[in-house]
Nanobody
Framework: QVQLVESGGGLVQPGGSLRLSCAAS????????MYWVRQTPGGKGLERVS?????????KYADSVKGRFTISRGTTRNTVDLQMNNLRPEDMAVYTCGARTYYDGTPGPFDFWGQGTQVTVSS
């Protein structure tokens, strides 16, 4: 059974850190481009936060998180993690991981989604 399960969300003060983890079952994360996206309060839209290529180390980040967030694949576990440092109130959102196939360099539709984990940044 294919499944993505996020964990690590919670309440943190501005300037704090959280590490999100997305555990995959039924497939190998290295076989897909793996994404972290977020939905801000009020449903203002879905923002692609970060992604990591299948089988490699190429990563992408939204301008809003560059230098603060780091995406990585677990070395011993079938996970994709997102280290979030220096969190800001505007980072507050539901964070969801997804898996996507690229076809000849062109991204296809997302194949799998997790349920999401809430990140709240507040003093």
């Amino acid at each position: 059974q294919v499944q993505l399960v996020e964990s690590g969300g919670g309440l943190v003060q501005p300037g704090g850190s959280l590490r999100l983890s997305c555990a995959a079952s039924g497939f190998t994360v290295s076989s897909y481009w793996m994404y972290w996206v977020r939905q801000t309060p009020g449903g203002k839209g879905l923002e692609r936060v970060s992604s990591i290529e299948n089988g490699g180390d190429r990563t992408k980040y939204a301008d809003s998180v560059k230098g603060r967030f780091t995406i990585s694949r677990g070395t011993t576990r079938n996970t994709v993690d997102l280290q979030m440092n220096n969190l800001r109130p505007e980072d507050m959102a539901v964070y969801t991981c997804g898996a996507r196939t690229y076809y000849d360099g062109t991204p296809g539709p997302f194949d799998f989604w997790g349920q999401g984990t809430q990140v709240t940044v507040s003093s």
